[in-house]
């Protein structure tokens, strides 16, 4: 009998408001696929375990990201030209890459995905986001470029480029009335995107609450400690250890980490499976998160200017703290010294 067949919690479960939910990807920003290679890493939850329905409560999702999909050309666009034309129910857009200024493009265009089958143009990621944004029930930044413009959008770019709210306005709102979702880093860390868009998933099946984020729209959960918090070095940095050069376990803050003042749990998270994190593993943090890079971060390597007043009051600090831990540390490293094998008691015990 198959209903004997479903699993107990399935038949008690709520069901969820939506049946079904389409992801739309769009990687043709100026961007590198690097947010959706990554996502590919993920484990809390893995994109396998949503697609396939493993996690209790969700709709039926169906994903189109041109890296991760079978189907090319006209099939792989059929579903975004349905939407824009308002045909396809229930889609979340997930953007991926800067958005160019079209309007200084002179002649041809920036960056552009697939073409108007009326006109044979080249439909342009502006002109995309004009027709696929008004109907998504959410839309969502994947990386740094997405968000913020990243790299592209550092100074001298000639394409004008910027992140989803500097093109929509930073108050938008979809027709779900959730605002823009934004989830830096360059890459994305693989989990902090798949949580989140898990976490999307379950509200709009009227599950979740509303997402709660931060001023630069990101979810809070994951961006409100800093870099710093969660370093495996921080102990190094308390105790005024700097690293002169790389290949030591000490705080590599003089050699460019600028992680006190960067929203980002990398190194609490790791990488892949709980697994690396930046400073954990010896790389300095360039504040891949965050609104202001690359530029208010460069140049890489150089010793972040606020970081030579701290450090260096740290350093006096940190020696004295350390002699007086080495002491402390030696005596800890003693039994008490009741525990013999003498013929007398010792411990204090009287009867
Ligand atoms: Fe590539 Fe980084 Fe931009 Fe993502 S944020 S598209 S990884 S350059
Ligand atoms: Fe802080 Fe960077 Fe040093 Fe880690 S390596 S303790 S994040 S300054
Ligand atoms: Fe980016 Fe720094 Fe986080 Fe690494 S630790 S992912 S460089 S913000």
């Known amino acids: 009998d198959p209903a004997s067949a479903i699993p107990y919690g399935r038949k008690t479960q709520r069901a969820p408001a939506l049946q079904e939910v389409h992801i739309l990807w769009i990687t043709a920003g100026l961007g590198c696929d690097g947010d959706s290679v990554s996502i590919t890493a993920a484990t809390q939850p893995s994109i396998e375990d949503v697609l396939l329905g493993a996690i209790p409560g969700l709709p039926k999702v169906h994903l189109h990201n041109p890296v991760l999909a079978y189907e090319n050309g006209d099939e792989f666009l059929a579903p975004f030209h349905a939407a824009a034309r308002g045909e396809l129910d229930n889609f979340v857009l997930v953007v991926e890459g800067s958005i160019p200024n079209e309007k200084i493009n002179r002649e041809g265009y920036w960056a552009a995905m697939g073409t108007d089958p009326k006109t044979q143009e080249p439909i342009t990621i502006p002109q995309w986001l004009d027709r696929l944004t008004p109907r998504a029930l959410a839309v969502v930044g994947a990386g740094t470029c997405a968000t913020y413009g990243g790299i592209h959008a550092m100074q001298g770019n000639p394409t004008g480029c910027m992140g989803l709210a500097d093109y929509l306005g930073w108050n938008w709102k979809s027709v779900a009335g959730l605002p823009i979702v934004n989830v830096p880093g360059c890459p994305v860390q693989p989990d902090n995107f798949m949580e989140t868009l898990l976490y999307l998933l379950y509200q709009l099946a009227g599950l979740a609450p509303m997402i709660p984020l931060d001023g630069a729209l990101r979810p809070k959960w994951l961006f409100q400690r800093t870099v ?89 600090y940190g020696g004295l703290i350390r002699s007086l831990r080495k002491l402390t540390n030696s005596t800890l490293n003693e039994e008490p010294k009741w525990r013999h094998n003498r013929s007398r008691l010792t411990t204090g015990y009287s009867r």
């Not at 070095?233 to 005024?240: F, L």
């Open 228 to 316: 710093h918090d969660g370093c495996d070095r921080a102990g190094s940095y308390e105790q005024g250890l700097f690293a002169k050069e790389y290949g030591t376990p000490n705080c590599i803050v003089k050699l460019g980490c600028w992680g006190p003042v960067v929203n980002c749990n990398v190194p609490k998270r790791g990488w892949i499976n709980g697994v690396g994190g930046c400073p954990n593993v010896g790389g300095i943090c360039i504040g891949c998160t965050m609104p202001g890079f690359p530029d208010k971060f460069m140049p890489f390597m150089e010793q972040p200017p606020g970081a030579v007043l701290s450090s260096n009051l740290i350093r006096s």
